[in-house]
Nanobody, 124 residues
Framework: QLQLVESGGGLVQPGGSLRLSCEAS????????IGWFRQAPGKEREGLAC??????TQRTADSVKGRFTVSRDNHMAYLQMNILKPEDTGNYYC???????????????????WGKGTLVTVSS
């Protein structure tokens, strides 16, 4: 059974950076488009970024555009987060979507696989 595992969360000061990683256990990421999501306390889960199976398509939500970058290699997916703000605090999830297209990705929460999340806290 494929499972996704996030890592890289933690406490960071405003203006700082973190890089989150997502890896698969029990399988591989290469057939999945990957999305990154955030759920802040008391709020709904929101899509932040996604990347296609081949990596050639990346999309970023307006709320984090210019600060967050999604990438992937053969084994892992990443979310580079810069200029972090207190409102970026929340649980961050990677999710995988089984998709035949090598050039599409989704930030919709209707994904096939979810990790358990990693907590990011932005505070001074």
């Amino acid at each position: 059974q494929l499972q996704l595992v996030e890592s890289g969360g933690g406490l960071v000061q405003p203006g700082g950076s973190l890089r989150l990683s997502c890896e698969a256990s029990g399988g591989t990421l290469d057939r999945l488009a990957i999305g990154w999501f955030r759920q802040a306390p008391g709020k709904e889960r929101e899509g932040l970024a996604c990347i296609s199976r081949g990596g050639g398509t990346q999309r970023t939500a307006d709320s984090v555009k210019g600060r967050f970058t999604v990438s992937r290699d053969n084994h892992m997916a990443y979310l580079q987060m810069n200029i972090l703000k207190p409102e970026d605090t929340g649980n961050y999830y990677c999710a995988g979507l089984r998709i035949s297209s090598g050039s599409a990705c989704s930030m919709n929460t209707r994904m096939d696989y979810w990790g358990k999340g990693t907590l990011v806290t932005v505070s001074s």
